[in-house]
């Protein structure tokens, strides 16, 4: 057995780097991805598994992403670059997460995606199980998921005696095919993956879509409800989409225990 198996205490894996390393990435962009980790982590988005990446300012085709630990503890030093086939550049032996073929496949297939949060937040893993009842927005706040959210059926691609997880290029490139276009896709039995053009669009489209599967839950639960319509969805997105500053500077503030 070489390194490169998985080690399953820690459900990640130890790769050699084989990706070749340029110009190094923007310190304020590393030191955001470490904050944006420790935010999603405190908002109960993420717990000691899931994570978030942002695309290399520099180069295009590669992504930076925390090694394999949980994201309530990431620092800028736990900030490894990859490639989009998931090889790491400077891993230096640290162990990586299994799923980082997530990431490198949602940025190949979608250019205008920025950052990347895949998670397990629990809400919205019941909406991935769901057959005929469509995950949508429900509140202005959410538009960005549109009337129906893609779910990403795992059995198609690897059978049905598989662990859930999304841990190669193929399964990695079939996630990104059920996205599609759009900004949400469940997981079924597993999670969903959430995407923005920029790391703070995504904590906030992953910290709204959390709510909006308690609040889709909620009114399911009381009765025959009127969720908003695809137009709605498209206006009340260009609208909310001018404020994430606002919800990420409130974030940013909490973690640092300021408010
Ligand atoms: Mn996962």
Redesign the pocket.
Known sequence: MSHSHIDAAQVGANVADSATAGATADPDLIADLALANRILFQERVLDA??HVSVRHDKHPDHFLLARNMAPGLVTDHDIVEFDLDGNAVNANGRSVYL?RFIHGEIYRARPDVMSIV?S?SPAVVPFGLLRHTPFRAVCHMSGFIGICAPIFEIRTIAGDSSDL?ITSNELGAGLAKALGDQTVVLMRG??STVVGTSLKQAVFHAIYTEVNAKLQAEVMRLGEYTPLSEGETKTARKTIDTQVDRAWNLWKLRVKGEV
């Open positions: 598994f899931g799923e895949h397990h997880l597993h999670g």
